[in-house]
């Protein structure tokens, strides 16, 4: 078929005309083979790691002296959601639904997804069903980032959800800063999930979600029915 095709055929004669090509295309072809499913490059370890390649939608490096008052980013947010429920708004909530919003495409099959990068800020995840009303709580955090350039979106997303949790109750949880954001949408293309919450959804799509997330069945109970409690 590689010499009848005239497509493939083409193909055949160029590399057979040039094996220095051919071996750039294949060795890229080789390492997009064997680390497809392991995720983002900073998961790849050795000294032949080549830089990042598209199909693993890089993100930019971290500030190497990120200039962030931690104590006083806690304080803010713990400002919006006392001022919330003065105001009749519960934006614990909504900071909760924020940062599970912002984890919920990761998945454990090729380690995709997840908060890092707070791809939820981009299309195509912004305009996904899932993620509407999200634009107060990421305007409240806004503020926060503006008077912080070298914190992350992403970083506040957990920050604000951890907080919500706390003064909802929950136990104090601990924060672990280094995300950055991405600059555009495009690790996102086949993340949205297939699971909605409702009454539509069967038994065995759940169950795949469920571990394809990485979590137990009680673990995806206690995010989906905390959430809806808050």
């Known amino acids: 078929a590689l010499i009848r095709d005239p497509a493939y055929r083409a193909i055949v004669e160029m590399y057979a005309g040039d094996q220095e090509a051919f071996d750039r295309s294949f060795a890229a072809a080789w390492y997009k083979l064997t680390s497809r499913d ?30 962030v008052n931690y104590t006083h980013v806690n304080e803010l947010v713990r400002g ?7 105001d009749g708004e ?23 997804g997840g ?3 707070a791809r939820l800020r981009l299309s195509p995840e912004r305009d996904w069903p899932a993620n509407r ?39 104090p949880m601990t924060f672990c800063p280094g995300r950055t954001d991405a600059t555009d949408g495009s690790g996102s ?11 539509n959804d069967t038994i065995p799509e759940v169950n795949d979600y469920v571990k394809l ?8 109970v206690a995010l989906s029915g905390g959430g809806h409690s808050l």
């Open 90 to 112: 519960n934006y614990a909530a909504l900071f909760v639904r924020l940062a599970w919003r912002c984890a919920s495409t990761f998945r454990m099959s090729d380690y995709t």
């Open 38 to 67: 392991m995720g983002p490059v900073t998961r790849c370890i050795g000294p032949d790691v080549p830089p990042p390649q598209p199909f693993q939608a890089a993100l930019p490096d971290p500030p190497r002296n990120p200039q």
């Open 189 to 199: 293309k086949f993340l949205e999930p297939t699971v909605m919450g409702t009454v």
């Open 80 to 86: 919006f959601i006392a001022s919330g429920l003065e």
């Open 133 to 171: 009303g999200l634009d107060d709580p990421l305007r409240l955090l806004g503020f926060i980032k503006n008077q912080y350039e070298d914190i992350s979106f992403a970083d506040l997303i957990v920050i604000a959800g951890n907080i919500a949790i706390e003064e909802s109750g929950g136990l």
């Open 115 to 117: 908060c890092n990068g």
């Open 213 to 220: 997330l990485g979590l137990t069945p009680r673990e995806y």
